[in-house]
């Protein structure tokens, strides 16, 4: 069964950094894309991020690009998505997802406010 277990939220001022991870078990990692998704409060969940098997393809959102990085290591069954710059509209709770699975972790809100 798949199971995904997200981490590294936070409160965090404008401009500042954060590094989320998301542990994945239950699977053959390195043979899965992987996604970061978020949702912002009142608004539809939206997808960020995504990476392939090897984590030599990447993808990102417009709104992310230049300030999000994906990443994963395989050896450790874990995703990551380390954000710099990061704005107040980009507030919300962070979800990894893995391609072809309905199975969504608890989610890890980041919170950036003065």
């Known amino acids: 069964q798949v199971q995904l277990v997200e981490s590294g939220g936070g409160l965090v001022q404008p401009g500042g950094s954060l590094r989320l991870s998301c542990a994945a078990s239950?699977?053959?990692?390195?043979?899965?894309?992987m996604h970061w998704y978020r949702q912002a409060p009142g608004k539809e969940r939206e997808e960020v991020a995504t990476?392939?098997?090897?984590?030599?393809?990447?993808s990102y959102a417009d709104s992310v690009k230049g300030r999000f990085t994906i990443s994963r290591d395989n050896a450790k069954n874990t995703v990551y998505l380390q954000m710099n710059n990061l704005k107040p509209e980009d507030t919300a709770v962070y979800y990894c997802?893995?391609?072809?699975?309905?199975?969504w972790g608890q989610g890890t809100l980041v919170n950036v406010s003065s």
């Open positions: 997802k893995r391609l072809g699975s309905n199975n």
């Open positions: 239950g699977f053959t990692f390195s043979s899965y894309l």
């Open positions: 990476i392939g098997g090897t984590g030599r393809s990447t």
